[in-house]
T-cell receptor, first 116, second 110 residues
Framework: GAVVSQHPSWVICKSGTSVKIECRSL??????MFWYRQFPKQSLMLMAT?????????EQGVEKDKFLINHASLTLSTLTVTSAHPEDSSFYIC????????????FGPGTRLTVL | SQQGEEDPQALSIQEGENATMNCSYK?????LQWYRQNSGRGLVHLIL?????REKHSGRLRVTLDTSKKSSSLLITASRAADTASYFC??????????FGKGTTLSVSS
């Protein structure tokens, strides 16, 4: 089946630094990728929709200047958490929708961010 | 944003028993999917049921969908300790992101 990778799988950083998370579709092309955030013992909350070649669409309450999304190619989207603070510590999961099998969305394994 | 609720929020059963989880949603959908997540890990896709389907089976899993009531259920038969995980339903409105329910935490004891 199709594979989506995320890098890094976990990261620990100091408060105030920026962290970049990569999401790649390995064997299919995705014009649309999605970023979710999951706090402990909670569900996945959609943060933004990443569209190749255009600006991301952010969900209500998600700061676009804090969570920068770049979808530079059909296989790569990046999420940069700028000036991270402890409250940004969370599990970030990306997903990609296959352009051909459009009813199928593949999820990455997630990135655990811990901000000290 | 979240579509709706899962019920119950937590479920504890013995090995061999059946586990039933329910999901309700708010808007019309293209399909509904169920995922499993072990603690601190990624999502595992379990099953997809389309809006024109009423029931679907996969191994020990049985999913039903009632679009008139905007609800779905996931039944796990003959549960095992390895089924211990969180289970989420997610709705697909065709081309948009999957929207997840709040999830049910299942604990199966041996």
């Amino acid at each position: 089946g199709a594979v989506v990778s995320q890098h890094p799988s976990w990261v620990i950083c100091k408060s105030g630094t920026s962290v970049k998370i990569e999401c790649r579709s390995l064997d299919f092309q995705a014009t649309t990728m999605f970023w979710y955030r999951q706090f402990p013992k909670q569900s996945l909350m959609l943060m933004a929709t990443s569209n190749e070649g255009s600006k991301a669409t952010y969900e209500q309450g998600v700061e676009k200047d804090k969570f920068l999304i770049n979808h530079a190619s059909l296989t790569l989207s990046t999420l940069t958490v700028t000036s991270a603070h402890p409250e940004d510590s969370s599990f970030y999961i990306c997903s990609a929708r296959d352009m051909v099998r459009t009813d199928t969305q593949y999820f990455g394994p997630g990135t655990r961010l811990t901000v000290l | 944003s979240q579509q709706g609720e899962e019920d119950p929020q937590a479920l504890s059963i013995q090995e061999g028993e059946n586990a039933t989880m329910n999901c309700s949603y708010k808007t019309s959908i293209n399909n509904l999917q169920w995922y499993r997540q072990n603690s601190g890990r990624g999502l595992v896709h379990l099953i997809l049921i389309r809006s024109n389907e009423r029931e679907k089976h996969s191994g020990r899993l049985r999913v039903t969908l009632d679009t008139s009531k905007k609800s779905s259920s996931l039944l796990i038969t003959a549960s095992r300790a390895a089924d211990t995980a969180s289970y989420f339903c997610a709705t697909d409105q065709a081309g948009t992101a999957l929207i997840f329910g709040k999830g049910t935490t299942l604990s199966v004891s041996s």
